[in-house]
């Protein structure tokens, strides 16, 4: 038999929170199926136009199954079917969607043995593959849904799940290319204790607006001193989307990830909507291909 999962798109850093915080879309998903095998060992075949690879020791779902594979006594397979509904390389999650969903499915066919903590360790194997570094924010909001901080990677994985207040997420993809692996070469190895101190004084001011449903706090803690300043160079457009996004009246918003899609955080649907296409307004411009999204969190 096989089970079936939805994986959603997730915003992480949110701003501020780089690396540490993560934010689950209900849309776009990547539809996933998975089907036990006697067969050791996992296949997998795309049913999207994408041209991701197929040998599992290069795929982040391949990967994030054949983590959970070791930590499995029998002599079982996993065929995989991946329909991606979040395009690779938009900066909205997608590969973290691809490794949760393969690991939740697998997980469902095994009675659930692993919890969702180990299930993360999982994925961030897979994960890894598409980014070169270890990090769960992507990750975290796909596999607990709504708000998540991932508090620490090391000694203990430890994320703390969260509410999100009603919002509506205006994204735009600029059809350009930021690899999560570039955009993270040139990021500085030291921050000054004096930017450290506003970084963190957001963070925290992020997470106070996220739990009081406090929006004025949300807008005014948004901002990233360390790590947009260092990426703004691979997202032309990034100042302009921005300006044009708070007179559409947004609550903020910054770089989705590690890019190229900016997101921007709303009260209503109707907002969203014309933020949605004030962001698109400045690519069209730029002669830039892009697709936009509005959706509810
Ligand atoms: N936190 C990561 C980064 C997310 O900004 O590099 C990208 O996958």
Known sequence: HSVLVHSPATLSNLGCGFDVLGLALQAPYDAIRVT???????????????????????????????????????????????????????????????????????????????TKMQLVEFAMAGEAVASGARHADNI?????????????????LDIVALAAPPLWVAVVHPQIEVKTIEARKVLPATVPLGLAVQQWANVAGLVAGFLTADYDLIGRSLADYIVEPARQALIPGLAEARARALAAGAIGGGISGSGPSIFMLNKTEAIAQSVGAALGSVFAELGVAYNTYVGPV
């Open 36 to 114: 036990q095998t006697a067969q050791p060992g996992v296949r997998i075949r795309h049913l999207d136009p994408y041209d991701l690879p197929t040998d599992p020791a290069r795929n982040v779902a391949g990967v994030a199954l054949l983590a959970l594979l070791r930590a499995v006594p029998e002599a079982i397979g996993f065929e995989v079917e991946i329909t991606k509904g979040i395009r690779p390389g938009s900066g909205v999650g997608s590969s973290a969607a691809s490794a949760v969903g393969s690991v939740v499915a697998a997980n469902a066919l095994l009675g659930n043995r692993f």
């Open 140 to 156: 975290a909001p796909a596999m607990f849904g709504g708000f998540t901080l991932v508090r620490a990677l090391e000694p203990t």
